[in-house]
């Protein structure tokens, strides 16, 4: 069977997520908005799709979300906040 990484498990996905937003306002003095649909505007990264996100999202959205936080890591220097233990990955059959 071939599976290929699609993108952390919800609650992983989360932690990195808020991981992400703490070393953004670290970096750039920025508060993000409590609010999390509206953290993506105000510069910080892209919103995970855990909860309903994940219920009402294909394989095909969740990588793609995951490749957009990954990118924005990059960006700013924080790739290594995005980090998935084995245990922690979801994958497609």
Not at 10 to 28: G, S, V
Not at 54 to 71: G, M, Y
Request: charged share 25%.
């Amino acid at each position: 069977m071939n599976q290929n990484f699609i993108c952390p498990f919800p609650i992983r996905w989360n932690e990195i997520f808020k991981d992400l937003c703490k070393a953004y306002e670290a970096l750039t003095g920025i508060k993000l908005p409590s609010k999390i649909s509206d953290v993506r505007s105000a510069g910080g990264p892209p919103t995970p799709l855990i909860l309903s996100g994940w219920v009402f999202s294909n394989d095909d959205d969740k990588q793609e979300r995951w490749q957009e936080t990954l990118q924005w890591a990059e960006e700013f220097n924080l790739l290594q906040l995005a980090e998935v233990e084995e245990h922690d990955k979801y994958f497609s059959a």
